[in-house]
């Protein structure tokens, strides 16, 4: 059974004025209606959000970020990071991160701040129109890969602990630690089931079946392909707001010292996986735009036994030619047999 915690509002905050002493806390703000983290103050409590989805940026725009110098030694923030209100869809998303950058050839940028950071979640209980991790196989409330987890409930929040490192950030606050009583364990069962259907809701629309990789594996050559280009204007928003996608470049930059940059890439752009002498596996549109889709959907689970999308929602959100991955998904899965 999980460690888990009431901790009351009074001695939340309480928690959170003690833990800023050590941490940097980037917490998930609004913004207009869109929440993005940033450093939290002391008198800013109160701005922080843990009920709402995902944020704009996912934690990779942190982990690796879209411009990084990787030629000298990697130089740690004055205080260690600590993220705040991270979903579930982006704890995910690190199960792909993480193998990528810090398998047998360990990244030492990724893997310093990965491993210099805390990760406290919370539960979404106000999906976006845009998200689907149901759909995927995940849910709106986190299981695993946090050092805490919050999730609301009445005046306070139910604390869950997920780690070593999480039980040591609750050390010497034993007297705001109550333990879940059976009404505290039902309320939270509630909610969390509330949420789910809230999420099954807004894709009531989009069926495709669980093993998507069956349909794709049949469908390379299909027509949808080429009618979701049309809108497409290849500015790579999906490849940049998603937050699996990790393909990068890197560029020596000629200067008085050698500086050697690693940016973001996207395999939507025309340049991408072009050789040296012009060629490129995918010239044409349709062929990259259908390459993400079996990246995400069937080389990563043939591969590395799991799928390369969340159910964030972000690719959808940024998308120009409003292509929607649920309508791209449901449609292969029409045109397969699959779905009816």
Known sequence: MAERYYVGKAHWLSILHAWLETYTILAAQAEGDNLYYAPLIPTELSHIVYDRARSVQPLKTYLIPPLDEVSSDYKPPQKPWMFLGVKACDL???????????????????????????????????????????????????????????????????????????????????????????????????????????????????????????????????????????????????????STCHCYYLDDVTRADFVKLRGWDGCQYSGYAVTAGGGTPRPELKERFRNRYYCKFKYLPDNYSQKGCTGCGRCIDACQGQIDMRRVLHDLSVKSGEVT
Not at 128 to 154: E, H
């Open 92 to 242: 995910a998303a690190l199960s792909i991160l993480d193998p990528a950058f810090g398998g047998e050839f360990t990244d030492p940028f990724y893997a310093q701040r990965r491993h210099g950071s805390l990760i406290v979640s919370s539960d979404c209980t106000a999906p976006l129109s845009s998200c689907f991790c149901t759909r995927v196989g995940g849910q709106p409330y986190a299981i695993k890969g946090f050092d805490l987890n919050l999730s609301r409930i009445w005046d306070g929040f139910v604390v869950e602990v997920g780690s070593l490192k999480g039980r040591q950030l609750l050390d010497g606050h034993d007297e705001a630690l109550k333990e879940l009583v059976k009404e505290e364990a039902e309320t939270l069962l509630k909610i969390r089931d509330e949420a789910r259907q809230k999420v099954n809701r807004i894709n009531s629309d989009f069926v495709f079946p669980e093993a998507v990789y069956e349909v794709l594996a049949g469908q390379r050559e299909s027509a949808v392909w080429a009618d979701y280009v049309k809108t497409c204007v290849e500015c790579g928003a999906c490849n940049h707001a998603c």
